[in-house]
């Protein structure tokens, strides 16, 4: 059977993308930003994962105002990297398990999640950016190590689901993954965040503070950290900073103990505080 | 209109559901700059441009003004007016100098000191707003 080992936490501000696409991030600024996925990467080769279930939130690029699904999952067969205004990424497609995400699919409608199917997508920095930083370099005419089911997560128009919502979807989703008969290693992710305001005239805020407990509840108390208001996100986190909602769906996927095997937390990248854990689920 | 429990959190527009009503035609213009043909019809003519999208006159002066905080209190939202942003040449980063009155340089330095703290940042009460 299918099988979820552990869940990453991470941010996807684009401008990590961009520095790593244009070969600067061994400057200064930089520098302290991809220190911290060092770890990371090293685990994940250890991991291999068959499968990645990404969480993230399309930035008005796959849907624009016409059509805003709450959730929608990526059931076609390859993804390829959007144009979002400054030409697409030089990263490589991105291939769905397309059987088990149509499994997922149909498991969740039947345990009453009324998710949205996405056969034809592009994706955007929302999920190509923490491939990348998790994976390191993979070129255009490269292959990403793992397959990847991705689920879409409204947080553009108030307003997002609630963390409550999230957290059970991601229970769901486990159990969704969890009944797939192949043997499987799946990690799933959850991204965005942490605290960043890039509107208006607040535009810049950071709550280091918020964010580190936020961090700390996803170790320890994923059950309070899903009661969080949505007022709260939106005063204390910044009005981008709601993306957090994201990675409740990755915490509920996984048990109630889990292991932190690392963290990172630095600020800035361009206007945005970047936070990453991973939990291991205990065996 | 009835009070929304955000509205409360200064400096900050909700793009809720009023938002993206009023916003509609505005953010579908914007989006629409996504794509390299269209940022050139727009480039070379940004009136005849804009007939295609029957947006309020308001909204219309504000694009080809380029104000960036007036395009957001007329139902635009970010990730759409940074569309047009990113047509000019200007990133997220250089944007939010602007939208805050504070320029390119001030603002970056400020992230770079760890951004702008929450204290202070909570309430309209303490910008001195209603």
């Known amino acids: 059977m299918a099988k979820i080992m552990a869940g990453v936490g991470c941010s996807h501000v684009p401008a990590i993308g961009v520095a790593m696409d244009t070969g600067i991030t061994h400057e200064e600024y930089w520098k302290p930003?991809?220190?911290?996925?060092?770890?990371?990467?090293?685990?994940m080769k250890k991991q291999k994962p068959d499968v990645i279930f990404l969480v993230y939130n399309d930035h008005c690029t796959a849907f624009d105002a016409r059509c805003i699904p709450t959730f929608a999952l990526?059931?076609?067969?390859?993804?390829?990297?959007?144009?979002?205004?400054?030409?697409?990424?030089?990263?490589?497609?991105?291939?769905?398990?397309?059987?088990?995400?149509s499994h997922i699919?149909?498991?969740?409608?039947?345990?009453?999640?009324?998710?949205?199917?996405?056969?034809?997508?592009?994706?955007?920095?929302?999920?190509?950016?923490?491939?990348?930083?998790?994976?390191?370099?993979?070129?255009?005419?490269?292959e990403w190590p793992a397959l990847v089911i991705p689920l879409c997560v409204n947080v553009v128009q108030y307003p997002a689901p609630t963390g409550n919502r999230c957290y059970n979807?991601?229970?769901?989703?486990?159990?969704?993954?969890?009944?797939?008969?192949?043997?499987?290693?799946?990690?799933?992710?959850?991204?965005?965040?942490?605290?960043?305001?890039?509107?208006?005239?607040?535009?810049?805020?950071?709550?280091?503070?918020?964010?580190?407990?936020?961090?700390?509840l996803m170790t320890e108390d994923p059950v309070g950290a899903s009661q969080i208001t949505h007022l709260e996100y939106l005063r204390e986190t910044g009005?981008?900073?709601?993306?957090?909602?994201?990675?409740?769906?990755?915490?509920?996927?996984?048990?109630?103990?889990?292991?932190?095997?690392?963290?990172?937390?630095?600020?800035?990248?361009?206007n945005t505080a970047v936070g990453h854990i991973i939990l291991e689920n205990n065996a | 209109m009835t009070k929304k429990e955000y509205d409360k959190i200064p400096g900050t527009i909700i793009f809720d559901a009023d938002k993206s009503r009023e916003g509609y035609h505005?953010?579908?213009?914007?989006?629409?700059?996504?794509?390299?043909?269209?940022?050139?019809?727009?480039?070379?003519?940004?009136?005849?441009y804009l007939d295609a999208y029957p947006m309020?006159?308001?909204?219309?002066?504000?694009?080809?003004?380029?104000?960036?905080?007036?395009?957001?209190?007329?139902?635009g939202n970010i990730y759409y007016t940074s569309k047009l942003a990113a047509n000019d040449g200007i990133n997220f980063q250089n944007l939010?100098?602007?939208?805050?009155?504070?320029?390119?340089?001030?603002?970056?330095e400020m992230m770079l000191q760890g951004g702008r703290s929450i204290e202070g940042n909570r309430d309209k009460s303490e910008w001195g707003e209603d």
Not at chain 1, 76 to 100: C, I, L, S, T, Y
Not at chain 1, 245 to 266: F, K
Not at chain 2, 56 to 75: D, F, H, I, P
Request: proline letters at 3%.
């Open chain 1, 33 to 43: 930003v991809f220190e911290g996925f060092k770890i990371s990467r090293e685990w």
């Open chain 1, 74 to 101: 990526g059931c076609g067969a390859e993804f390829q990297p959007a144009d979002e205004g400054w030409g697409p990424r030089p990263v490589p497609a991105v291939k769905n398990h397309q059987k088990m995400a």
């Open chain 1, 105 to 142: 699919a149909q498991s969740l409608v039947l345990n009453e999640f009324d998710i949205t199917i996405m056969n034809e997508m592009e994706v955007d920095h929302g999920l190509t950016v923490p491939l990348s930083v998790m994976f390191g370099d993979i070129k255009k005419d490269g």
């Open chain 1, 169 to 216: 979807l991601g229970k769901a989703i486990r159990s969704a993954i969890e009944s797939y008969e192949e043997d499987l290693n799946v990690i799933i992710f959850g991204t965005g965040g942490m605290s960043h305001q890039l509107q208006y005239k607040r535009a810049g805020l950071i709550n280091s503070d918020w964010d580190k407990r936020f961090l700390d």
């Open chain 1, 239 to 270: 009005s981008e900073g709601i993306e957090m909602v994201m990675w409740l769906i990755m915490r509920g996927a996984l048990n109630e103990n889990v292991t932190e095997v690392h963290r990172h937390y630095h600020v800035p990248a361009s």
């Open chain 2, 26 to 48: 505005l953010n579908q213009f914007c989006i629409s700059l996504r794509l390299q043909k269209n940022r050139d019809a727009f480039n070379k003519n940004e009136e005849a």
């Open chain 2, 56 to 75: 309020s006159k308001e909204q219309r002066e504000a694009v080809l003004k380029r104000e960036w905080n007036l395009l957001l209190e007329l139902g």
């Open chain 2, 96 to 108: 939010a100098g602007r939208m805050t009155g504070m320029g390119v340089d001030t603002y970056r």
